[in-house]
Nanobody, 124 residues
Framework: QVQLEESGGGLVQAGGSLRLSCAFS????????MGWFRQAPGKEREFVAA????????GYGHSVRGRFTISRDNTKNTVYLQMDSLNPEDTAVYFC?????????????????WGQGAQVTVSS
């Protein structure tokens, strides 16, 4: 059974940076595509970023493209989300997720397992 645990969330001022980590366990990490989603209060879950099993392919949501970077270290069973130039609209709970297979990899329904989420709050 896959288990995912996010860390690295917190409070940051607008313009600052944070790096989220997601530790994966329970299966062979290198065979899973990984994604990050976020959900703000009163809003639907939003796609943030995804990365292929080997790390050679990435994709980003429109609102974060150019500011966020997804990466993975298959030797550490960990996926990362580097978030730069943060603004208050980035405030949300951030979830990592794993997929045995995904097509576009930007739909929440494509992912099999989810972490509990990490709160990110950006103050103005």
């Amino acid at each position: 059974q896959v288990q995912l645990e996010e860390s690295g969330g917190g409070l940051v001022q607008a313009g600052g940076s944070l790096r989220l980590s997601c530790a994966f366990s329970g299966h062979a990490f290198r065979t899973f595509a990984m994604g990050w989603f976020r959900q703000a209060p009163g809003k639907e879950r939003e796609f943030v970023a995804a990365i292929s099993w080997g790390g050679g392919s990435t994709g980003y949501g429109h609102s974060v493209r150019g500011r966020f970077t997804i990466s993975r270290d298959n030797t550490k069973n960990t996926v990362y989300l580097q978030m730069d130039s943060l603004n208050p609209e980035d405030t949300a709970v951030y979830f990592c997720a794993s997929a045995t297979f995904c097509g576009s990899c930007n739909g929440a329904h494509e992912y099999d397992s989810w972490g509990q989420g990490a709160q990110v709050t950006v103050s103005s």
